[in-house]
């Protein structure tokens, strides 16, 4: 298969991706698609998402990995969560070559942010913080559909393991070649499709990831697993170094790790997690209950009593919830030494 051969690697990889570095708190970034739309990018009912941003203002993307960056995030995550090969070719008319440089680009802007970021810092007063990493977006093909079977992951009863992984291999290998530093398969329904994923990575060895699933309640996938089954399937791969839950409501996230954590008991892995913002979605009229979410980063500590190190945001929280995440996490470990 033909991947394009990406110039990230001109770009210093300053901060790999260790086994002592992933086991320390680490903060992620928010909703980069929402922050988007907050700018007045008009997304929501784009096939591609955020992704079309990549052939069209890749400046804007970078800006808001750029924000969250400052904010505070050890760990951005590319635009590519509903992008794909045979997406981009249907949607923005492109080839195939075209579209793998897409992909590729996805990367290369968030690591250029993570560079820019640094060197910025290095001429501040505050040069402490190290190198922030870029995870390669892996969502699930649900996403790709543009029809919200993301939310229910009912189109895995009618693929097989090796369907969802025909369509999957071009993009994750995609972001591997171009030299994302980690791999992050995010919001996934279904442990049918997760399983997919995490066999996929063989074929890339030298990759690690994490896989985090969407879930309709404290207990349960949005395709009706149990989490803890769930996320014990996939840390037993070596490739799968943390698991958990985002695009979530974050008053599920605590009764989800608790479930899980009775179950998985590998010191060497642990819980992420990164929900929305508490608001809920309505179909023609959008986001509401903004009013009544209480901060992000006021569930921080007991996520992080949970066994939870990496913890950031998703669907509508912004550079400012990132901030008081990271506030969250250092008091945190300042009263638990």
Same mark, same amino acid.
């Given at each position: 298969?033909?991947?394009?051969?990406?110039?990230?690697? *001109?770009?210093?990889?300053?901060?790999?991706?260790?086994?002592?570095?992933?086991?320390?708190?680490?903060?992620?970034?928010? #909703?980069?698609?929402?922050?988007?739309?907050?700018? #007045?990018?008009?997304?929501?009912?784009?096939?591609?998402?955020?992704?079309?941003?990549?052939?069209?203002?890749?400046?804007?993307?970078?800006?808001?990995?750029?924000?969250?960056?400052?904010?505070?995030?050890?760990?951005?995550?590319?635009?590519?969560?509903?992008?794909?090969?045979?997406?981009?070719?249907?949607?923005?008319?492109?080839?195939?070559?075209?579209?793998?440089?897409?992909?590729?680009?996805?990367?290369?802007?968030?690591?250029?942010? +993570?560079?820019?970021?640094?060197?910025?810092?290095?001429?501040? *007063?505050?040069?402490?913080?190290?190198?922030?990493?870029?995870?390669?977006?892996?969502?699930?093909?649900?996403?790709?559909?543009?029809?919200?079977?993301?939310?229910?992951?009912?189109?895995?009863?009618?693929?097989?393991?090796?369907?969802?992984?025909?369509?999957?291999?071009?993009?994750?290998?995609?972001?591997?070649?171009?030299?994302?530093?980690?791999?992050?398969?995010?919001?996934?329904?279904?442990?049918?499709?997760?399983?997919?994923?995490?066999?996929?990575?063989?074929?890339?060895?030298?990759?690690?990831?994490?896989?985090?699933?969407? +879930?309709?309640?404290?207990?349960?996938? +949005?395709?009706?697993?149990?989490?803890?089954?769930?996320?014990?399937?996939?840390?037993?791969?070596?490739?799968?170094?943390?698991?958990?839950?985002?695009?979530?409501?974050?008053?599920?996230?605590?009764?989800?790790?608790?479930?899980?954590?009775?179950? +998985?008991?590998?010191?060497?892995?642990?819980?992420?997690?990164?929900?929305?913002?508490?608001?809920? /979605?309505?179909? #023609?009229?959008? /986001?509401?209950?903004?009013?009544?979410?209480?901060?992000?980063?006021?569930?921080?500590?007991? /996520?992080?009593?949970?066994?939870?190190?990496?913890?950031?945001?998703?669907?509508?929280?912004?550079?400012?919830?990132?901030?008081?995440?990271?506030?969250?996490?250092?008091?945190?470990?300042?009263?638990? #030494?």
């Amino acid at each position: 298969m033909w991947f394009c051969q990406s110039h990230v690697q *001109d770009i210093p990889n300053t901060c790999l991706l260790t086994e002592t570095s992933t086991m320390e708190t680490k903060v992620l970034d928010g #909703g980069l698609a929402t922050e988007l739309d907050f700018a #007045g990018f008009n997304i929501n009912d784009d096939p591609l998402w955020s992704a079309r941003l990549l052939a069209t203002n890749p400046a804007a993307i970078k800006q808001v990995h750029k924000s969250f960056l400052t904010a505070g995030s050890d760990v951005i995550i590319t635009a590519t969560y509903q992008a794909s090969i045979p997406g981009f070719q249907e949607y923005l008319g492109v080839s195939v070559e075209e579209a793998h440089k897409l992909m590729d680009h996805g990367v290369r802007i968030a690591k250029q942010a +993570c560079l820019e970021f640094s060197k910025e810092r290095e001429k501040g *007063d505050s040069p402490g913080r190290r190198t922030p990493l870029a995870a390669g977006s892996v969502g699930p093909y649900g996403a790709c559909l543009h029809d919200a079977s993301e939310y229910t992951g009912e189109y895995v009863d009618t693929m097989s393991i090796e369907e969802l992984q025909r369509w999957h291999r071009p993009r994750l290998g995609q972001l591997i070649t171009s030299g994302a530093d980690m791999v992050a398969i995010e919001t996934i329904p279904a442990l049918k499709e997760a399983a997919a994923l995490v066999q996929l990575l063989r074929e890339f060895p030298n990759t690690r990831a994490w896989v985090t699933f969407s +879930c309709k309640d404290g207990l349960h996938t +949005c395709h009706g697993e149990s989490f803890p089954e769930a996320v014990a399937a996939v840390l037993k791969s070596p490739q799968v170094f943390a698991a958990g839950a985002n695009c979530c409501m974050p008053e599920h996230v605590a009764p989800l790790l608790q479930k899980a954590r009775e179950l +998985c008991r590998d010191p060497a892995k642990f819980f992420i997690a990164y929900p929305n913002s508490g608001e809920k /979605w309505a179909a #023609g009229t959008g /986001w509401y209950g903004k009013a009544d979410c209480c901060p992000l980063s006021t569930y921080v500590p007991e /996520w992080l009593d949970l066994g939870a190190r990496w913890i950031g945001g998703c669907c509508r929280t912004r550079p400012d919830d990132i901030k008081d995440i990271r506030t969250s996490i250092e008091q945190w470990k300042k009263t638990t #030494g």
